[in-house]
């Protein structure tokens, strides 16, 4: 049998537009005679569609593209996940041949942690389904079905099925993908069947999904692989007997079996792919933060980002990741400087843009501070200089790039990291203003790895950048480490803290002082209500600040 697995990336709420990219990849397999298609989970709505699920107009409609792109099927079979309304609402694939709807295939594990949380909207499916092409049994699946493992027994045991197809939309973050295939091989090798996974690719708000599908052979052994944070259609050849045995059915384990009229063809040669080269952590996560960027700009209708160059590493990268996912034409970079910039980030700031090649702007702030200062001189008559007079700069700053994307319609990319969010080393209505914040899940160290690994392509980040102490220079001489710890540091405290969830004991006993420590969740717990008014950003760990990690903004608990 050969298969296709189409590894797309839908628009959340685009009906229309999906179905129509359905029914171009349902021609494109045919060409390549292929007796299957899939596609991934949610596909025709988009994914995760969240509380549009919860609209009938948005269901009927989705339900209604179904059927539009079942009248568009023939001489192949499709298996398509949509939101499908029965009573009640199941996450579904259906699964067409000959211009029809043959049946369903229900979700039955519905993930709710981390960032999902299917429980909301959908119910379990009760049968397992099995469908039967040409005598052929392929067991459909969806998502955390093939992760929690029951399903694919079902399937494989009393079901009789050879080929194990799953249709997914699983999140990039860094190591996800081996451990997706590592998953897919001892599911085959345990069922000794062959089993194709399919995800999405593309990214929606914080989330990006990388593709990455795969094939593997009853031994585990990939045959095919999708290549990652790209469209792909994986075509493979899967060897697979018929069968007359009757399908079990007991009480615990019911199998939902579909039979489809449909000949497998003749093949005249097998279909042979190169399998791609799996990429490096690194460059697997730069090419992330350049999808996410890329699809939530143009997904939202923008054509052209702006982002505030300071001469530091944070907004330089940022700068050259938006020039990649979007082309050097449609990024502006602006410096602002004030009576405590250093002419050396004016600079750094000016060659970068000329590196990148992107269109730069200079609006000078410090006369615009003064008026500030001025206008606040009586009301803080007698008091010393502080962080507020400090703050003024960088929201002066934000208005200004605000100001910007009013005008001229750009979308304004903000530059902080993970661990200047994560201990509230930022401005509200200042720095934190801004329609995307590429860094958002990107430990400061990391910042520095990435502009490393861009640079060894094609240099267009000065030296000076990286071998000065950073700064916001927002106050004479000053430096981050001023106020926080050096950043070698932080981040593995950070680390334990947000993503493990590990007490300030539990941290302690790694090696870190106490001191230190108890000062770092004491800044994390305080600035939760930063972040909650911070754009969305891309999520490339485990554990992200916005829908991973949800605390509330009222909280006494010291982290012990």
Known sequence: MRIALAQMNPVVGDIEGNKRKIIAWIRRAKRHRADLIAFPELVICGYPAEDLLLKHGFINRCQEAVGEIASEVEGIVAIVGFPRLERILYNSAAVIANGSVAGYADKIDLPNYGVFDEKRYFTSGERVTVVEIDGKRVGVSICEDIWEGNVPRIQASLGMAELLLNISCSPYHIGKGKERHDLMAKRARENKAWVAYLNLVGGQDELVFDGHSIVVDPDGNPIAVGKQFEEDLVIADVEIGSTEKTVESTENAKINLIKVNHIIKKQSSSAKRKIPRQLETIEEIYKALVTGTRDYVR???????????????????????????????????????????????????????????????????????????DVLSRVFKGLPQNETEENLQARIRGTILMALSNKFGYMVLTTGNKSELGVGYCTLYGDLAGGYALLKDVPKTMVYELARYRNAKEKVIPESVFIKPPSAELRPNQRDEDSLPPYRILDPILEMYVVKDMSIGEIVKMGYPEEIVVEVVRKVDRSEYKRRQGPPGIRITPRAFGKDRRMPITNLYDGR
């Open 299 to 373: 997904k939202n209708g923008f054509e052209k980002v702006v982002v505030g160059l300071s001469g530091g590493i944070d907004s330089s990268l940022v700068a050259v990741i938006a020039s990649d996912a979007l082309g050097r034409d449609k990024v502006i970079g602006v410096s602002m400087p004030s009576r405590y910039s250093s002419e050396e980030s004016i600079s750094d700031a000016r060659k970068l843009a000329r590196a990148v090649g992107i269109r730069f702007m200079l609006i000078d702030i410090d006369k615009i501070f003064q008026t500030y200062l």
